[in-house]
């Protein structure tokens, strides 16, 4: 059973800097697209930023030149890099990754989230 771990999240004052990760284990043969999304109270949980294995990236328009997702392939671990962070950033913030198991077939999973808040 693969399972997705975040961290790094926490409370913030509005201008500070956040790091999330997010490391898979378990019997994975590879990883393909890793995502970070976030889900606010009372809305519906929406893409953050996601990563392909070869490195291209795709980020909301609410945090491009903000956030920053990277992937460590080899350690099977992907990052947030929160920059500028305001009070509407405030969310629970959850990875998934789609992968390959080890005899070929395809699975998806998803973190159990973190918190963070971005508040004075």
């Known amino acids: 059973q693969v399972q997705l771990v975040e961290s790094g999240g926490g409370l913030v004052q509005p201008g500070g800097s956040l790091r999330l990760s997010c490391a898979a284990s378990?019997?994975?043969?590879?990883?393909?697209?890793m995502g970070w999304y976030r889900q606010g109270p009372g809305k519906e949980r929406e893409l953050v930023a996601d990563?392909?294995?070869?490195?291209?990236?795709n980020y909301a328009d609410s945090v491009k030149g903000r956030f920053t997702i990277s992937r460590d392939n080899r350690a099977n671990t992907m990052y947030l890099q929160m920059n500028s962070l305001k009070p509407e950033d405030t969310s629970v913030y959850y990875c998934?990754?789609?992968?390959?198991?080890?005899?070929?077939?395809?699975?998806?999973?998803w973190g159990q989230g973190t918190q963070v808040t971005v508040s004075s």
């Open positions: 378990g019997s994975i043969r590879s990883i393909s697209t």
């Open positions: 998934d990754a789609e992968y390959v198991l080890p005899l070929g077939s395809t699975s998806y999973s």
């Open positions: 990563i392909t294995s070869g490195g291209s990236t």
